[in-house]
T-cell receptor, first 113, second 115 residues
């Protein structure tokens, strides 16, 4: 049972435009959400996170939006750059299960020059 | 340099031959965890450890063992590997594994092939 789903396996965007990556979750106990970026032959690296008490968190070109009623979060990258081309994973955790972190399947983002 | 180090980077083995993948972190992190990455399934948690001598199962623990005898090391043991354990494995650590401290630092990965 996939509790965190990224339904778009891939996304292609032109440089300078906005990239929107989506993530849905089913477990209402999740209260903390993170995005990780992964380049080939490297481990994932932390990008941005958001607590369930917020609906938006911004860090430079990256903004994460959380819609708790829809159990949906999205990552916006503006403007997109070729160096953003990577696999993006969303992840979720719950205070009720400290230490357990559930990831989505990942979305491959390609930013074309 | 703060890092999580996994060894080996690549490993080819045969069914049933016990193996250990090592993981070490130099950031004095309390929390460590193992994940496997498979196409279409993303990253799935195998085991995690909140502190020394404290380990717990993740979502896919079958066929794996771990130990946490020291804070810096968290080896992953496959007692009798099978072909369905062919995967890309990642070790990760974080300060405490709780709340705002759940930002994970990942190793570079171990590509395991079981023939």
């Amino acid at each position: 049972d996939q509790q965190v789903k990224q339904n778009s396996p891939s996304l292609s965007v032109q440089e300078g435009r906005i990239s929107i990556l989506n993530c849905d979750y089913t477990n209402s106990m999740f209260d903390y959400f993170l995005w990780y970026k992964k380049y080939p032959a490297e481990g994932p690296t932390f990008l941005i996170s958001i607590s369930s008490i917020k609906d938006k968190n911004e860090d430079g070109r990256f903004t994460v939006f959380l819609n708790k009623s829809a159990k949906h979060l999205s990552l916006h990258i503006v403007p997109s750059q070729p160096g953003d081309s990577a696999v993006y994973f969303c992840a979720a955790s719950s205070r009720a299960s400290y230490g357990k972190l559930t990831f989505g399947q990942g979305t491959i983002l390609t930013v074309h020059p | 340099e703060a890092q999580v180090t996994q060894n080996p980077r690549y490993l080819i083995t045969v069914t049933g031959k016990k193996l250990t993948v090592t993981c070490s972190q130099n950031m004095n992190h309390e929390y460590m965890s193992w994940y496997r990455q498979d196409p279409g399934l993303g990253l799935r948690q195998i085991y995690y450890s909140m502190n020394v001598e404290v380990t717990d199962k993740g979502d896919v623990p079958e066929g794996y063992k771990v130990s946490r005898k020291e804070k810096r090391n968290f080896p992953l043991i496959l007692e009798s590997p099978s072909p369905n354990q062919t995967s890309l494995y990642f070790c990760a650590s974080s300060l405490s594994g709780q709340g705002v401290n759940e930002k994970l630092f990942f190793g570079s990965g171990t590509q395991l092939s079981v023939l």
